[in-house]
């Protein structure tokens, strides 16, 4: 079994006495993920990236395949008084989350659950500086973070939804490839599960030229994206991982 290699003395003990409240508002999962082969997979692309072992609080993973979550468990969740749609066939790795920032701000009872797509050097920088980014901002390897190819130009927010199929488009979340020790190659997208704050956002319809065409089966076009200039109204909580075969 491939394993995140953390000692328990390496987390902390809030982390740990938190584990029943950063659970999604749901107890349907009916494995654990590390008995799961979809898990183990997106695992080994985690490893992969190299990214620092402190970014992560693995009692906190989960795993939305049909196996790990049943087709029979519900597709929408409500929690903190708003609905999100639950990310199945996404692998999904905890990351740590400061425990007095979560006392202090209510995040398990009182912020709503969203999604923001991203690539590899954005994820990596919002988890190292703990800080989303707004087009503009220079990322860790040097780069700027530009407008995604198919947005609308001049817009500098930070975009989140309570879709995960709204915030993996492709326009949102970059599509890298990656070889598993198989053989086997895919294509691995990221999604970061996000904490945000009510009354820090606005609620608009779909940019990314759909129309009437519906992109989601729960989510409605015309209020299934949100937008923010206030970084500190998110806290990602939970890394999810989508792979599919080339």
């Not at 500086?129 to 860790?140: A, S």
Request: glycine share 6%.
């Amino acid at each position: 079994m491939i394993r995140l290699n953390y000692n328990q003395s390496e987390v902390s003990f809030e982390n740990r006495v938190e584990t029943n409240k950063q659970n999604d508002g749901h107890p349907f999962f009916s494995s654990t993920p590390g008995q799961c082969s979809l898990f183990k997979l997106c695992q080994e692309y985690v490893l992969s990236l190299g990214w620092e072992k402190c970014f992560f609080a693995p009692q906190h993973d989960r795993c939305y395949c049909n196996n790990c979550y049943s087709s029979s468990q519900p597709d929408v969740i409500l929690t903190a008084g708003d609905t999100y749609v639950v990310p199945r066939e996404w692998a999904g790795f905890g990351l740590s989350v400061d425990p007095a920032l979560a006392d202090y701000h209510k995040l398990w009872t009182e912020w709503i659950v969203t999604y923001h797509g991203t690539s590899i050097y954005a994820a990596q920088s919002i988890l190292a500086n703990r800080q989303f980014l707004i087009p503009g901002d220079v990322l860790l390897n040097g780069s700027v973070l530009g407008i995604r190819p198919g947005h609308i130009p001049g817009k500098k927010h930070i975009y989140t939804s309570p879709s995960i199929r709204y915030s993996s488009l492709d326009v949102y979340s970059i599509r890298n490839d990656f070889t598993a020790s198989s053989g086997k190659k895919y294509k691995a997208q990221l999604v970061l599960q996000c904490r945000q704050k009510p009354g820090t956002f606005k609620i608009q319809p779909e940019t990314v030229g759909r129309g009437q065409d519906p992109i989601c089966d729960f989510i409605s076009n015309d209020k299934i994206e949100y937008f923010t200039e206030i970084r500190v109204s998110l806290v990602p909580y939970r890394l999810l991982v989508n792979l599919k075969d080339i």
